[in-house]
Antibody, heavy 126, light 108 residues
Framework: QLQLQESGSGLVKPSQTLSLTCAVS??????????WSWIRQPPGKGLEWIGY???????YYNPSLKSRVTISVDRSKNQFSLKLSSVTAADTAVYYC??????????????????WGQGTLVTVSS | EIVLTQSPATLSLSPGERATLSCGAS???????LAWYQQKPGLAPRLLIY???SRATGIPDRFSGSGSGTDFTLTISRLEPEDFAVYYC?????????FGQGTKLEIK
């Protein structure tokens, strides 16, 4: 059974860079043509999709965060990572990683999230 | 981007009752590419429904989804105690993928 587990710094100072890793177990990050996503949820609020990466390294970022986000993949360690620069208190959230599932046409892919990692809280504070 | 609006924000019902949750889209969702998730406190969201009406693996048949275009519905036929949670819809028909703000289903 595929499992995902987030890890990384739980406290980040304003203006610094948030760094998280998602370890994938029970399956290879390189198989099945899946993409892999990051999603966040501020305390008591709704969900926001951050972006995804394929095992090839190709990415897509939500335009709302694009200028500050980098998602990368390490196939040898079966994991992918998130970096978010110039953080502020508004970036305080539970960050989830998830596998994307769905369909692709010749031009686009259409994907939902399943399964999800358990999430990790990142607080931005001095 | 497509904005999803869920209603009601909070729904108060008793076990055994039928729950109807709505998700409205600001523009048509391509090919009914809409999913529903359940989230319990302190846990990650869990996929219930994809493609508007297909149940995910292991999801009880009391959960059903319907709709197309801009109007979608999640129905729970007979509420069990474990169904009280927050429910989110999510569209994946266009980028960026977006979520609704959630409906909290609480025990009356």
């Amino acid at each position: 059974q595929l499992q995902l587990q987030e890890s990384g710094s739980g406290l980040v100072k304003p203006s610094q860079t948030l760094s998280l890793t998602c370890a994938v177990s029970g399956g290879s990050i390189s198989s099945g043509g899946y993409s892999w996503s990051w999603i966040r949820q501020p305390p008591g609020k709704g969900l926001e999709w951050i972006g995804y990466i394929y095992h090839s390294g190709s990415t897509y970022y939500n335009p709302s965060l694009k200028s500050r986000v980098t998602i990368s993949v390490d196939r040898s360690k079966n994991q992918f990572s998130l970096k978010l620069s110039s953080v502020t208190a508004a970036d305080t959230a539970v960050y989830y990683c998830a596998r994307d599932r769905g369909y692709c046409s010749s031009t686009s892919c259409y994907r939902w999230f399943d399964p999800w990692g358990q999430g990790t809280l990142v607080t931005v504070s001095s | 981007e497509i904005v999803l609006t869920q209603s009601p924000a909070t729904l108060s019902l008793s076990p055994g009752e039928r729950a109807t949750l709505s998700c409205g889209a600001s523009q048509s969702v391509s090919s009914s590419y809409l999913a529903w998730y359940q989230q319990k406190p302190g846990l990650a969201p869990r996929l219930l429904i994809y493609d508007a009406s297909s149940r995910a693996t292991g999801i009880p048949d009391r959960f059903s989804g319907s709709g197309s275009g801009t109007d979608f519905t999640l129905t729970i036929s007979r509420l069990e105690p474990e169904d009280f949670a927050v429910y989110y819809c999510q569209q994946y028909g266009s980028s960026p993928r977006t979520f609704g703000q959630g409906t909290k289903l609480e025990i009356k």
